[in-house]
């Protein structure tokens, strides 16, 4: 019997008197699976994650149901979810620089987050740092696990982080955008460390961002987010080859600049949709 | 919204001080310097005088409104001081960078280890207390809180691309100061005069309730309260007045200062 | 390796400090046109017997020889003696320093406990009106002058209710009880200020942190808020808290000499505004060095302490 480890049913979130961040999204994510959350920023998306998450600022209002490992997130007390999050569900943010604690070393911040959720033996704990660091492809474990987050590079820091959410095999990672802050050679080694370590933890997914083409490499299905609703709901493989939403349509594109003509102007989002309506499709 | 309170309630405060410093140049409802011992020690509330009479016999609330001018006057000349030397120096090391701006750090460190109080002894030392010598020792003191946010945001004035581009161009440090620094940094230079102000004050009214500025018999919130302590016993009340006065006056300036740094830094009132 | 030159630079700037201080406090003292030996005799003095005590104070001789002889004397623990008294100023001022010291040492451990308590709840519940009232209650503590709060408690609970006395002092050694009975109210008064100022420094940094994304990262693998703030936001609230607390321990000393006068304290306050009226300018010296000297040695145990605290400063030619 399989039930998706994340349901979420008409959730909406509303800061202040404000528009809502996010207006009455539904999905689900199975086990095992990979989905990607593809928007412009502004749309929701991150909002989206830190609802599943439980880690909304005060001020916010929700409505809805989120579903996480057969429990319910929202309006949950925080004792309750503070045991799923690190446990069942973790989070990959986009920022590696700021995402640790600048005074504390990599290796106790990793043994932390085992020593929350799991008994285990002093010496045990020590082992399966240096394993999952090792694991995530930083060399020397022992020397990274002894260094403070300022003597790493950013794709050193960003594997730190993503050891630090796969260390409990959770059910479900959420990734915010977790290559968006690193240089290009070190966004595709970490696209594919993710790519297998998700698979040897056999974990869920929910992947955010903004790049189709990095999506692409990770994820099976794809949500289109835009102002705050889920405008197209897709496998894949259907989502590039008939997008049905106009703005799906120009996202593709855009991501297909290596197939424009050379000498031809490149596609953008605006020919194919905008907020007025008016769109050219004849650019097709 | 929090901001604008602040705004509106220190320009309030600050206003009536300085209202009440212009109005007890031409009026107040009695003489607030000359000793009547038939009125000696008068209750508030009662009688023709509002707030009482104190050991001398002269009328609190004339004395209180007086003293305002002290107040105006030290905070006016201290703040002057301070920003005459304070921004200069921070200009020209957040200018010149590298060991110049570590030079004028450690010359500040060493600088704050003389607060105005320490700075006003050694001076009265020398030279005796006077108005004067409280003044020039507050201001001093001041200097370095202005070299330092001078030299902070000089530093990040000089990193902008247009500032860059200025000294491609050949443009001299001195022009790249008055054009592109000197407008940059104000507003920040601003808030702190407004709050070194309050500071001023509070200074002034702890020396002149030492005796170490204003002479007798000038009068000052910080002497009125010295006075105030002989009666503690029998008139408690006398020691009220003064000290409010003095504290309405810093919160006036606190507030103002506040509310601007807050107007003006449009980052941080959107993430409050 | 690089924690031994890291240590070895502060202490490098604390000695240099230290000497330009001495120079600036021996020259407001001594080259300043204040004479002693006509203070001492008065205006109407004859010229000869002012000459000759200047002689005898050594007046006559040349700064920088007077200089030396003063700050060789500092580094045997000798202040040298009062123009007036003719005694040594070092064993006169010693069990004022006691004084001094309790009430400067217990104001700023309160201090600190009260900022961080209230630092902390102004920033945590800074959307809701008991934080509001919190800081709001800090700016208002932040514009009472510390003589003041002294003479209104002094007021309450000495003349009112008659809880504590009104001033004077008890040694620690002698009674414990009656050195705490005589201290609350003078450590109370110069607490409320001091605990203002550092309130609004406690929140304005937990604010910061909280916004931190290392903050957001100790949520999101299970720390329910106010742990992850202990564990994680603590030691970066400390960084910045540190810093102030230099700056404040001058304000404090000063502070004390005000709070010395306002309950008749024998402290180093109350000597030095006795000194500065009678224009003992040696005594003036000592004391204002004394006091420099502690704001000094303060500022350079800060700076030890962010070497401890920051480990990204302990790396060479690290910043934050």
């Not at chain 1, 009455?24 to 502004?42: D, K, N, T, Y």
């Not at chain 3, 390796?1 to 600036?24: C, D, E, G, P, Q």
């Not at chain 3, 006559?60 to 002889?69: A, K, S």
């Not at chain 3, 609350?184 to 942190?209: G, H």
Request: hydrophobic letters at 55%; aromatic letters at 6%.
């Amino acid at each position: 019997m399989t039930e998706p480890v994340l349901e979420v049913a008409g959730l909406s979130v509303i800061f202040g008197n404000r528009e809502p961040a996010v207006a009455g999204v539904s999905f689900a994510v199975e086990p095992g699976e990979r989905v990607g959350l593809i928007g412009e920023s502004g749309s929701g998306k991150s909002v989206t994650a830190l609802a599943v998450m439980g880690l909304l600022p005060e001020q916010a209002r929700t409505s809805g149901v989120v579903w996480l490992a057969g429990q319910p997130v929202l309006d949950r007390p925080d004792a309750e979810l503070a045991a799923l999050r690190g446990n069942r569900v973790s989070m990959i943010f986009q920022e590696p620089m700021t995402a640790l604690d600048p005074t504390m070393k990599v290796g106790r911040q990793v043994a932390e987050v085992i020593g929350l959720h799991r008994r285990v033996a002093r010496g045990q704990t020590r082992a399966r740092v240096l394993e999952i660091l090792d694991a995530v492809g930083l060399s020397g474990p022992a020397r990274v696990a002894n260094s403070y987050p300022h003597q790493l590079s950013g794709g050193q820091r960003q594997r730190v982080v993503v050891a630090m959410a796969l260390v409990n095999t959770p059910d479900l990672v959420i990734c915010d955008e977790p290559t968006t802050a690193l240089d290009v050679t070190v966004q595709a080694t970490v696209l594919s460390l993710l790519d297998s370590s998700l698979a040897e933890a056999g974990a869920g997914c929910l992947f955010i961002s903004h790049d189709l083409a990095v999506v692409a490499q990770l994820c099976t299905r794809i949500l289109v987010m835009l102002d705050g609703k889920i405008v197209e709901d897709a496998p894949l493989a259907q989502i590039l080859a008939e997008p049905k939403h106009p703005y799906t349509r120009g996202l593709v594109a855009t991501a297909r600049i290596d197939q424009v003509p050379v000498g031809e102007r490149l596609p953008t989002v605006a020919d194919f949709w905008s907020r007025d309506g008016d769109v050219e499709e004849e650019l097709r | 919204m929090k901001a604008r309170l602040s705004l509106a309630i220190g320009l309030i405060l600050v206003g009536l001080v300085l209202v009440t410093a212009l109005v007890s140049l031409v009026w107040t409802p009695y003489d607030p310097i000359r000793v009547d011992s038939a009125q000696v020690l008068q209750p508030p509330l009662h009688g023709p005088h509002l707030l009482g009479t104190d050991g001398f016999g002269i009328d609190v609330l004339s004395r209180i409104m007086v003293s305002a001018q002290i107040c105006v006057q030290v905070g006016i000349i201290a703040v002057g001081i301070a920003l005459v030397i304070g921004v200069p120096l921070g200009v020209f090391a957040g200018q010149v960078g590298g060991w110049g701006s570590e030079l004028v750090m450690r010359v500040t460190d060493i600088w704050y280890a003389f607060p105005a109080l320490l700075l006003a002894i050694l001076f009265a030392a020398a030279f005796g207390s006077s108005t004067g010598t409280a003044m020039v020792a507050i201001g001093l003191a001041s200097v370095p809180a202005f070299a330092r946010i001078a030299r902070a945001a000089t530093l990040q004035v000089m990193s902008q691309d247009y500032v860059l581009a200025a000294r491609a161009c050949g443009t001299r440090p001195a022009a790249i100061a008055v054009r592109h620094v000197l407008p940059n940094i104000a507003p920040l230079v601003g808030v702190q005069a407004s709050v070194s102000f309050g500071i001023a004050i509070l200074a002034e009214a702890a020396l002149s309730y030492l005796g170490l500025s204003a002479q007798p018999p000038t009068p000052t919130w910080g002497r009125m309260l010295a006075d105030a302590q002989t009666y503690l016993f029998s008139n408690p009340v006398l020691a009220l007045w003064p000290g409010l006065a003095v504290a309405a006056a810093v919160l006036g300036f606190n507030l103002l200062g506040d509310g601007l740094r807050d107007l003006l830094d449009p980052r941080l009132k959107e993430v409050r | 390796m690089t924690v031994v030159v890291a240590v070895a630079k502060r202490a490098a700037i604390f000695v240099v400090s230290l000497w330009v201080a001495s120079v600036l406090v021996f020259l407001a003292c001594s080259a300043l046109p204040g004479d002693v030996a006509q203070v001492i005799l008065g205006i109407g003095a004859d010229p000869a017997s002012v000459d000759r005590l200047r002689t005898e104070f050594g007046l006559d001789r040349p700064l920088i020889i007077r200089y030396g002889e003063w700050v060789g004397g500092l580094l045997t623990g000798d202040l040298g003696d009062s123009y007036l008294t003719r005694r040594p100023i070092g064993p006169d001022l010693a069990p004022r320093i006691g004084v001094t010291v309790s009430l400067v040492v217990c104001s700023m451990i309160l201090a600190m406990v009260m900022a961080l308590l209230f630092g902390m709840h102004a920033a945590l519940r800074r959307r809701h009106l008991d934080g509001f009232l919190t800081s709001a209650g800090s700016q208002i503590g932040l514009a009472v002058p510390a003589f003041w709060a002294g003479i209104l408690l002094v007021v309450v609970f000495a003349v009112g209710l008659r809880w504590f006395p009104a001033g004077g002092h008890v040694p620690l050694s002698r009674d414990p009880l009656g050195w705490a009975h005589h201290m609350v109210l003078p450590v109370v008064s110069l607490t409320i200020v001091q605990s203002a100022v550092l309130t609004r420094y406690v929140r304005s940094a937990f604010i910061e942190v909280l916004a931190d994304d290392h903050i957001r990262t100790a949520r999101a693998i299970g720390w329910r808020q106010f742990p992850a703030l202990m564990r994680h936001g603590l030691r970066n609230v400390a960084v910045q808290v540190v810093t102030v607390l230099g700056l404040q321990l001058a304000s404090l000393l000063v502070g004390a000499i005000v709070i010395e006068q306002v309950f008749a304290l024998q402290g180093l306050g109350t000597r030095l505004l006795d000194a500065v009226a009678q224009r003992d300018l040696l005594v003036v010296q000592g004391i204002v060095m004394l006091l420099v000297l502690a704001v000094l040695v303060i500022n350079f145990l800060v700076d030890l302490a962010y070497l401890a605290i920051d480990p990204r400063l302990r790396t060479p030619g690290g910043t934050r």
